[in-house]
């Protein structure tokens, strides 16, 4: 029976902050690392273990998916590292604090851009600091100037496909470190939830949440690890 651990990467310095993130990189908190180290302990104390590995290309799921891998003495594991499991790219809200844009522009406003389906914000701004299009890690990659979550599902489900879905059928152990939107791609995808309710689905930041597959790699059970400790 296939078995997928998908996590969320521990608290970043922008989560922290209240700061709109996207395909910013920045570096887990001081709870962050917390939250990973303790992510790999609870999957070590609970018997699991892996044959691959999945990320991003961002710092915080990537360090995120090592300090699980070494408390679980697992640092070894193969890892692939792929854009297509970054996070939303969040256009022009990049770097801005939710509150102010709240007291700027209304609540409506943007709980339409965060929470909405198909509704991306504005786009980055061709000046932007923010803009990584020239980033050596997204050479030849047509980089977003924004996304919505429908964007977002529309490019991690073709690598799910294509690169994830046969090693689980292959009988391979998978983890997936990732991000809230890209991670809410695959849950949507695995548990079959509609277009309407998945925008509003949170996901932790540092909590492992198992599935379990059928062949078909349907869902059999889906829970977070803590709530079986």
């Not at 997928?4 to 908190?29: C, K, M, P, Y």
């Not at 470190?177 to 548990?191: D, P, Q």
Request: overall charge negative; proline content about 5%.
């Amino acid at each position: 029976m296939p078995r997928l651990v998908l996590l969320r990467h521990g608290q970043s310095a922008w989560n922290l902050e209240n700061r709109f993130t996207g395909w910013w990189d920045v570096d887990v908190t001081e709870l962050g690392v917390t939250e990973a180290r303790a992510a790999g302990q609870m999957l070590a104390d609970a018997g699991f273990d892996f044959d691959t590995c999945f990320t991003s290309v961002q710092t915080r799921a990537i360090k995120t998916l090592n300090l699980a891998l070494e408390e679980m003495g697992r640092l070894w594991l193969p890892v692939t590292k792929d854009w297509r499991l970054n996070e939303r790219h969040y256009g022009g809200l990049t770097g801005l604090n939710k509150q102010e844009m709240t007291a700027k522009v209304g609540a409506e406003q943007v709980h339409i851009w965060r929470r909405s389906f198909d509704i991306p914000p504005p786009e980055l701004e061709a000046d932007s600091a923010f803009d990584v299009s020239k980033d050596r890690r997204y050479a030849g990659i047509a980089v977003p100037r924004t996304e919505s979550l429908k964007d977002t599902i529309a490019r991690v489900l073709p690598y799910w496909d294509a690169a994830i879905a046969p090693r689980l059928k292959a009988g391979e152990r998978v983890v997936i470190s990732a991000h809230g939107n890209s991670l809410r791609a695959l849950v949507k995808h695995l548990s079959g939830i509609s277009d309407d309710e998945i925008p509003t689905l949170e996901i932790p930041t540092g909590q492992p949440l198992v599935y379990e597959l059928d062949a078909d790699l349907k869902e059999i059970e889906r829970y977070y690890l803590k709530d079986r400790a």
